[in-house]
DNA sequence: CGACTGTCGAGTGTCGACAGTTTGAGAATT
DNA sequence: AATTCTCAAACTGTCGACACTCGACAGTCG
């Protein structure tokens, strides 16, 4: 358990394998790395100036996140999403969502309200004044609270699973909000079929919701893949 | 890498890590290590008669699956259920597959009908003249193809880390199926509802199938757990 | 000219070892 | 007797090294 001062970073005391985890997941969602490309063990070792043990280990979390893939004798490959994987992780990412807020329904309470109504609020301030990361990761903070107070924590870690997976995704694709204020505005609705407790109409404003997203993500990704 | 014994029989071209994930599974299931006891990797590894990178490497893969989980600086463990654990896993296998065969209803081919009809016969076979685990993966393997039918992959691959989680639960509990023949029975419904493409009406039967099997096994848990 | 074979470098799979941490039993103290 | 302290054993995290495998490239033979 040494410390190493390499570069700018200094790995200390904390686990390496998750320090690891999480440089290489910032280096991926940076775009650092193309997809399909290999990552070389001992290299990344060197760079971070660990040994080989604490990458692998890292490697394997991220492959179980679905950011990597492995392949026997060959090492880690940055994954790769075509158009039909994209629309499973949106189509699964939906029937959990509907699955969330339908439960959440009928157990809401002021709390939860006035959770969901603060992170609308920091969506909007970040719409303003934030970079495009930031208003990714409030947006991704309003839907990951809907599934909190679901009350099923294993279908939490699901879709923590297919967040990773998305955000992979957008910040693959670059620039996506083009007016993120009124990206924001639209989880209004959200909250205000909360209110009613019905949750069909909570089902339905989701489904207007994740629509829209899904459509502009896919569609985006389809121009950038044939470019 | 060791060992091409055997004349052409066993080229163990596999790696050790799977071979291990593999064995350590059939020890879990078999119950040879309580709920919540520790994993030493040495240990392991003297059993296994390899060193620990291997081991720990099993382990995690373990780990992503829920059968394990670890602290850090203090090893594994095995996976310990509660109640409400247990509810959120099959809630969310409940959410899962209500959604994998409303879209199957849309795009039944008479191959899937088929593929369908005759897993239901398989497991009425193993139901009369096999073993409780055969008769459960019978089982698994049908509403796996549910899923797999629905044509979301990322779907089916969530089923899958349930259903270790389901196994890994039910086999706790011992003995599940009293009359393993009218269990498999109850799935004939479900190709029926599907016949007539009507999505409401599957998932009606469906939740009414998942329903029966959750409260059985929810109900069997509980009293092994207040016993 | 094309197909096959041998060689070489790069890289993964696995191992044994060391260092620091956690745990639990027994000694020491209140 | 209960509690705290001490210390050694057991264990994990990490490291460097070696063996084996895969792919590329060049040389050989038809």
Request: charged share 30%; glycine share 6%; proline share 3%.
């Amino acid at each position: 358990m040494t410390s190493i001062t390499r570069g700018f970073a200094t790995i200390q005391q904390r686990d390496l394998v998750n320090q690891i985890a999480d440089m290489l997941t910032e280096a991926l969602l940076k775009g650092d790395f193309a997809p399909g490309v290999h990552l070389a063990e001992a290299q990344l070792a060197r760079d971070f100036g660990v040994s080989r043990a604490p990458v692998r280990e890292a490697a394997r979390l991220l492959e179980s996140r679905g950011m990597l893939v492995s392949q026997p004798r060959r090492g880690f490959f940055v994954r790769t999403f075509n158009d039909a994987e994209l629309d499973d992780v949106y189509d699964l990412r939906l029937c959990l969502e509907r699955h969330a807020i339908r439960l959440l329904a009928g157990k809401l309470t002021p709390d939860m309200e006035a959770a969901l109504s603060d992170q609308l609020e920091s969506m909007r301030r970040v719409a303003r004044d934030g970079t495009g990361v930031q208003q990714i990761e409030e947006d991704v903070a309003f839907h990951r609270m809907l599934c909190e107070f679901s009350g099923n924590q294993r279908l939490v870690r699901v879709f923590d699973e297919l967040c990773h997976e998305m955000r992979f995704c957008i910040l693959l694709i670059g620039q996506l909000y083009d007016d993120p204020v009124r990206v924001a505005d639209t989880h209004e609705p959200i909250i205000e079929a909360l209110r009613t407790r019905d949750p069909d109409a909570c089902e339905a404003a989701l489904d207007y919701h994740i629509g829209i997203a899904q459509q502009r993500v896919v569609e985006m990704f389809r121009e950038r893949e044939t470019s």
